[in-house]
């Protein structure tokens, strides 16, 4: 019997290394594989795809208890984005063959994929080649990983077997349900929403006036093909996506307008 | 003679309120339009698309001087798209026409953009609908930013009468050369490349091990039609980005991948 190698899986997230999400699906991968953890120290929710470019990034070993005890783990101050590029240029003796990002707590649907941390690590990656996928559990019900974790392992090994287009990252959302209670899986397109902020003003320490973060999402989209429908449905959301942001529709539309007239 | 209402321009940028790039830029835009200033207070080069969700947003008045005196200005302890979003929704009290954020110290092309500053600043608004534009000066030369505000000037003023397409950015990088040496202007695309970072090890403030970013830009594409190419042969190049990240063409692909068989 041919003794294949074992896959080298690297996990990390946004909601921080002690988040319970990155507990679970880093368990459930080592069912798959080799697993490493690298993950920022703290949360960093909506650092979009910051990196720490001013200053330094500190990497301190990790310990965790129980199924992951012997797993190497480090723990860094910095955002999503450092760590996926400090574990491929200075940290893993190795290219990994699969990066997972999460699980993150509140899902990463439609145009909040812009300011996720955890959709950019997995970017981050993907940017190098490297097969990524993005997990995020949906807000509501008990927000147990457990069912995530699972649909994470079902769709981590056929994409280590059949491999991703590359430079793709499949954003995955999973509703609020037990695992026997979803109703399959869906490949989804990001819904056309935006966020229609009320900032509360308010005042600060020093007196000084300041504004607070409220708002309300509006989801522009009535598609049956989008992940926010699927996810509504009970279906597990999975949508490629990538980080070629070139609208190539409009390069040749804008290619009409008179350029050449340099001055008028 | 009709008199058409002056279109109100937004000002933006990541380099903070007081770079002279903005400077330039803001002060050649009072000649379009009614110009309003709110920029970062300090430096927010690299911070990609985060937004400041934890803690409050600091805005306070700006002063300029010379021809920006009596344009309104407002400093923003944050992020460039926390100043759009304050912007659209607490400090305006009227749509704008126009977003221009720049004019950026240092170029802005290929898979910069995902962490850029900059170009998100312009990405926010696009996603409102509001006509935007992201624009840089390539490294080089006397890095002066009158070309580059000329520059801008004239692309503002077509997309003002044209419109853009709904959800673009014009991502508009200028060589680093004065503006009668300018060879013209190509629409392009972001060219495919990467960076490898070779991280330098030190030992931070409280005796830590930490990592410092120094990395190497490495172009993989050899397209004439890229926004790299365009600015090496001395054009301004104008790419036109979408915040949509989903990877369309992998949809239906992926589709053809069995995901009914929900466990196997």
New interface residues.
């Given amino acids: 019997m041919i003794q294949r190698r074992r896959p080298l899986i690297l996990v990390t997230n946004d909601d921080g290394i002690d988040a319970p999400g990155l507990y679970e699906l880093a368990t459930h991968m080592t069912g798959l594989g080799d697993v490493v953890i690298i993950a920022p120290r703290e949360e960093q ?10 200053g ?5 070993p990790h310990a965790f208890d129980g199924p992951l005890a012997s797993i190497q783990a480090i723990a860094i ?1 910095g955002t999503p ?1 450092d760590c996926v ?2 574990a ?3 940290i893993l003796h190795k290219r990994p063959d699969l990066v997972v990002s999460g699980i993150n707590r509140g899902s990463n649907m439609s ?1 909040n ?3 996720s941390g955890t959709v ?1 690590a997995a ?1 981050e990656s993907s ?2 080649g490297i097969d990524s996928l993005a997990v995020s559990l949906v807000e509501g019900g008990r927000q147990k990983y457990d069912a995530s974790a699972q649909c994470a392992v ?1 769709i981590a ?2 994409v280590l077997r ?1 491999r991703l ?1 590359r430079g ?1 990252v ?1 954003n995955i959302n999973v509703p609020p349900v037990p695992f026997g209670a ?1 109703q ?7 819904a ?1 929403a ?6 509360v ?2 005042v ?1 320490a020093s007196n ?6 409220r708002g309300k999402f509006y989801n522009l989209d009535e598609g049956t ?1 989008t992940d926010i429908y699927a996810v509504s449905r009970g279906y597990v959301s ?11 529709g ?2 040749t ?3 009409t ?1 008179r ?2 007239e ?3």
């Fill in positions: 929710s909506a650092v979009g795809h910051a990196i720490t470019i001013r330094s990034v500190r990497a301190l101050d984005a590029k400090l491929m240029n200075s145009i994929v812009m300011y950019s970017t940017i190098r079902i090994r056929k059949s287009p793709i499949l979803i399959g899986m869906r490949v989804t397109r990001l056309r935006r966020w229609e902020e009320q900032f003003e308010g600060d000084q006036p300041c504004y607070f973060y093909d999975i949508s490629p996506i990538q980080h070629d942001l070139t609208a190539h409009c390069v539309v804008l290619g307008w350029w050449s340099f001055a008028e």
